[in-house]
């Protein structure tokens, strides 16, 4: 969402489909809140840099940082969650999510 972030992943992303093709891609985006964002153009990159991401990943999660926030407050009881909370929440979603890709059974 941000603004070389979203530009610089694009682009590695579009390399890595070049040189492994026949390989799945997965992508996990979060996407920006406009009560939650530090910048104004979060959205703006957002969409932009979507189209590319598409066009070169297999399946693509879209991850929204308001309910990742909400979900931190309300149902773990963090009353201010920081970041730490928010990406630790995240990369239990992604461990979840491809636990069969990495783990025989």
Same mark, same amino acid.
């Given at each position: ?29 979060? /996407? ?36 990742? /926030?909400?979900?931190?407050? !309300? ?7 920081? /970041?730490?909370?928010?990406? !630790? ?17």
């Amino acid at each position: 969402g941000g603004g070389t972030g979203s530009g610089f992943g694009s682009l590695l992303l579009e390399r890595l489909s070049v040189d492994y093709g026949k390989k799945s891609k997965l992508d996990f985006c979060v /996407y920006p809140s406009p009560e939650l964002s530090s910048a104004v153009v979060e959205p703006y990159n957002s969409v932009l840099s979507t189209h590319s991401l598409l066009e070169h990943t297999d399946v693509a999660f879209m991850l929204d940082n308001e309910a990742i /926030y909400d979900i931190c407050r !309300r149902s773990l009881d963090i009353p201010r969650p920081s /970041y730490r909370n928010l990406n !630790r929440l995240i990369a239990q979603v992604i461990s979840s999510l491809t636990a069969s890709l990495r783990f025989d059974g």
